[in-house]
């Protein structure tokens, strides 16, 4: 695994308004600890801690650099950041001392490569989880594991038991747990239903127009005619009446 460094200083400020003012000055306070080891209190320059965390996972091997000679050459990994709840910037951090020649366990990020067979006929790539625990010498630390899914069809998965680990890196689990699936397509039948209940529903506007009143310009019925006749009589005989 690629080791970078990181510059660091002791330090002897450990009061809030000493903190603060170490924050303002573009630098973040941190501890150092590790077996059998007194911890520390470090500053680290924020630039620099922002771009090595950035840069690659977590578990990427350190190595300090400082003019004091009990912190320069020390190999550590970030064990712990703490960021501020708005700005997400680092506020403090804390460095775990490892020994080169002892294996130790961290969590190793899974990267899903190839294109499933599953997935060409509609299927959804399906990871269930996204890093592993292995254990290892600090300097053989992956990067990331690599599983290749190229193989998976349909319902198909792949156990932590079925994917290969280089070198002396073992992987650490208490049951083969599932790592990749692929799930079969949605079937959208719904939106069928609905269009066809709409089509009967317009289908059926027409028929209840024709039940209803009668279309403009149609004649009037026969009885209505026969019903205006003995009015127009009455009225006539009314006239004749009041002569």
Known sequence: ME????????RDTNTKGQVRALRRNGQVPAVLYG????????????????????????????????????LNDRHVIIKQVQRAPLS???????????DLNAQLRVSVP???VGKPKGVGEGGILQPLIRQVEVECLPLEIPEFIEVDVTELDIHDVIHISAIKFSGNVKPIFDTDEAVVSVLPPTVEAAPVAAA???????????EAAAEGAPAAGAAPAEG??????????????EGGAKK
Not at 88 to 98: L, N, S, T
Not at 196 to 206: F, L, S
Not at 224 to 237: L, S
């Open 35 to 70: 077996p059998n080891k007194p911890t520390m209190s470090l500053a680290v320059t924020a630039a620099e801690l922002k771009a090595r965390v950035a840069a690659a996972a977590r578990q990427r091997l350190i190595k300090l650099k400082s003019e004091n000679s009990d």
């Open 88 to 98: 997400g910037a680092i506020v403090h951090a804390d460095f775990y001392e490892v």
């Open 110 to 112: 899974l990267k899903f």
């Open 196 to 206: 066809g209940a709409e089509a009967a529903a317009e289908g059926a506007a027409p």
């Open 224 to 237: 209505g005619k026969e019903a205006a006749a003995p009015a127009a009589g009455a009225k006539k005989a």
């Open 3 to 10: 080791t970078v460094e990181l510059g660091c200083e002791r």
